[in-house]
């Protein structure tokens, strides 16, 4: 089957991009060192792995999409990018020194293969996703105007409980989880980066690079929905709908551990 970002990651530097902040916490979890080498677990256009190699380290990166890979290569020659499943890293044994996954596990089918390959082919270090959680999404003000979506994207999203349990029989020790909470300041333009600007999802360019705009929603349930959106946001009543999704569970969350 063609990987997903193979049909939808034709324009998808043209709303996402390495979050600064998210790029600081990365680097700042890993501790990142220039004599040691780092590895991306599915990268898509590496737009983090670029912003995290250019502040140290040699890197390499992962991706299933030939389309995500070319745009890529055309970012940086420094960083070793090689198409390659998750469920089989072609690396060997202890061979790096921490790795990073960012928005990707809810497209892998199963986590206990990828862990297990991120442990074998780790030395020591860190291993930290960025992520959501299926527990989060449930408080997305999304599902008031697109409840199939919503209910298709938690679907595909494991829960808290889920991924840590798959990491630990990995083998990784000491997992923690810290929340992180969207911001006007957002640059990657992510599902939920609409959280504070509910306008960004009226931009089809927008719409296009998440997915679960492309694969789990229907056009007419999209056109209902923005259609709604719209209404609400010239109205006024926008916020106070939105404030009935608050949470102090976190929009996404870093996840980390130790080999």
């Not at 390495?18 to 060192?33: H, N, Y």
């Not at 299933?64 to 990018?81: C, F, G, I, P, Y």
């Not at 959501?132 to 209910?151: K, V």
């Not at 719209?230 to 102090?248: K, N, V």
Request: aromatic content about 12%; proline content about 5%.
């Amino acid at each position: 089957m063609q990987p997903l970002y193979d049909t939808i990651g034709g324009t998808y530097t043209r709303s996402r991009h390495a979050d600064p902040e998210i790029v600081k916490t990365l680097s700042q979890t890993l501790d990142l060192q220039p004599s040691r080498a780092y590895l991306d677990l599915a990268c898509g256009t590496g737009n983090y792995t670029v912003a995290l190699s250019g502040l140290g380290g040699k890197w390499s990166a992962i991706d299933v999409s030939t389309v995500m890979l070319t745009q890529a290569r055309e970012k940086d020659n420094a960083v070793s990018w090689i198409q390659s499943s998750a469920d089989d890293l072609p690396f060997p044994d202890g061979y790096f020194d921490g790795a990073i996954c960012t928005l990707a596990i809810h497209h892998f089918s199963d986590l206990t293969r990828p862990f297990a390959e991120v442990y074998r082919i780790l030395r020591g270090g860190k291993f930290v996703l960025f992520t959501g959680l299926a527990e989060q999404m449930r408080h997305y003000w999304l599902h008031h105007y697109f409840p199939e979506m919503m209910a298709r994207s938690i679907a595909n999203m494991p829960t808290e409980t889920k991924i840590c349990k798959a990491l630990q029989v990995a083998g990784f020790k000491s997992v923690t989880v810290k929340p992180f909470f969207v911001t006007n300041e957002l640059q990657d333009l992510f599902l939920y980066s609409g959280k504070h600007r509910p306008s960004l999802y009226l931009d089809p360019a927008v719409r296009a690079n998440i997915s679960s705009f492309a694969r789990l929603s229907s056009e007419s349930e999209v056109q209902t929905g923005l259609a709604q959106l719209s209404t609400d946001i010239q109205s006024g009543a926008f916020p106070s709908i939105a404030a009935t999704y608050a949470t102090e569970l976190g929009d996404y969350a870093y996840i980390q551990c130790t080999r």
